[in-house]
């Protein structure tokens, strides 16, 4: 079960690698529509859902709607270099057996629910929220044009090649 934490360090490694790629004007240019969202608030979106689950994995209560929104994350690189490296840092010492049950609070719309998962089944749901949050981000950094050398960004390893 180690190999679910390597794939989310390997996923979130590339939010770091974006925001060496961008100023802090970039990072939080929120011109692009019809959304009008910035970089800066998909990457915060993504931190505060880490940071939510670091936060509750071992009482094994995660409150996903207990989101901090550190605004400076969406607008400083360097802060936002330094979230993600610490997300990342706390998930690499994860010593004990992750096959566990836990209970997590979301909102899907309709109120607040408390679902039971396992901890591997919501690291899974991180991961792929991050990918899904990475495309819509390379969507703004094309918009922007910006360029970035990060391969397959926001594509979903279960993607087929061939409809890319």
């Not at 931190?47 to 550190?70: E, M, P, Q, W």
């Not at 706390?90 to 109120?111: P, T």
């Not at 397959?152 to 409809?163: A, E, I």
Request: include cysteine; charge should be negative.
């Amino acid at each position: 079960m180690k190999e679910i934490i390597k794939a989310n360090i390997f996923t979130l490694t590339k939010s770091i690698q974006i925001l060496n790629e961008l100023s802090n004007y970039e990072l939080c240019n929120c011109s692009v529509s019809p959304y009008y969202s910035s970089i800066g608030s998909h990457l915060r979106h993504i931190h505060d859902f880490y940071d939510c689950i670091l936060d509750g994995y071992s009482s094994k209560l995660v409150d996903l709607t207990a989101r901090k929104r550190n605004n400076s994350i969406e607008s400083n690189c360097d802060v936002a270099i330094l979230s993600f490296t610490t997300i990342i840092s706390k998930l690499k010492i994860i010593n004990e057996s992750i096959n566990y049950r836990l209970n997590v609070i979301d909102d899907l719309g309709l109120g607040k629910l408390e679902i039971e998962y396992s901890f591997p089944s919501l690291l899974a749901q991180a991961n792929s929220h991050t990918i899904h949050h990475y495309a819509i981000i390379s969507y703004i950094m094309d918009s922007l044009k910006i360029s970035t050398n990060i391969e397959d960004l926001g594509y979903n390893p279960t993607t087929s090649k061939l409809s890319i």
